[in-house]
Nanobody, 122 residues
Framework: VQLVESGGGLVQTGGSLRLSCTAS????????MGWYRQAPGKERELVAA????????YYADSLEGRFTISRDNAKNTLYLQMNSLKPEDTAIHYC????????????????WGQGTQFTVSS
């Protein structure tokens, strides 16, 4: 399965952006899907994750409720709606998929997209 992210670009502080991640096959086989980000000079961190049915979600505390993760299993697509963007949100964002029952670390995710970059200007 290949994951392809889209939706990156340049946005002003306070703006909104929606990232999409489309899989080449069914995403129903993935127990958890998530969005990671990596800012320049920083380690990759988990931004948000969602369970197969969408009923369980996780968000990094630092987001302060500004992001919403969702998935459309019929379209094999994962989304990340980002609002009230800040310059510190600037990063490469990666879509990732985990088939296992434990998906708490990056190395437990089986598939990764190539990443999409967006920059929040101040």
């Amino acid at each position: 399965v290949q994951l392809v992210e889209s939706g990156g670009g340049l946005v002003q502080t306070g703006g909104s952006l929606r990232l999409s991640c489309t899989a080449s096959g069914s995403i129903l086989s993935f127990n958890v899907m998530g969005w990671y980000r990596q800012a320049p000079g920083k380690e990759r961190e988990l931004v948000a994750a969602i369970s197969r049915g969408g009923g369980d979600t996780y968000y990094a505390d630092s987001l302060e409720g500004r992001f919403t993760i969702s998935r459309d299993n019929a379209k094999n697509t994962l989304y990340l709606q980002m609002n009230s963007l800040k310059p510190e949100d600037t990063a490469i964002h990666y879509c990732a998929a985990c088939s296992g029952y434990v998906c708490s670390r990056a190395d437990e995710y089986d598939y990764w997209g190539q990443g999409t970059q967006f920059t929040v200007s101040s």
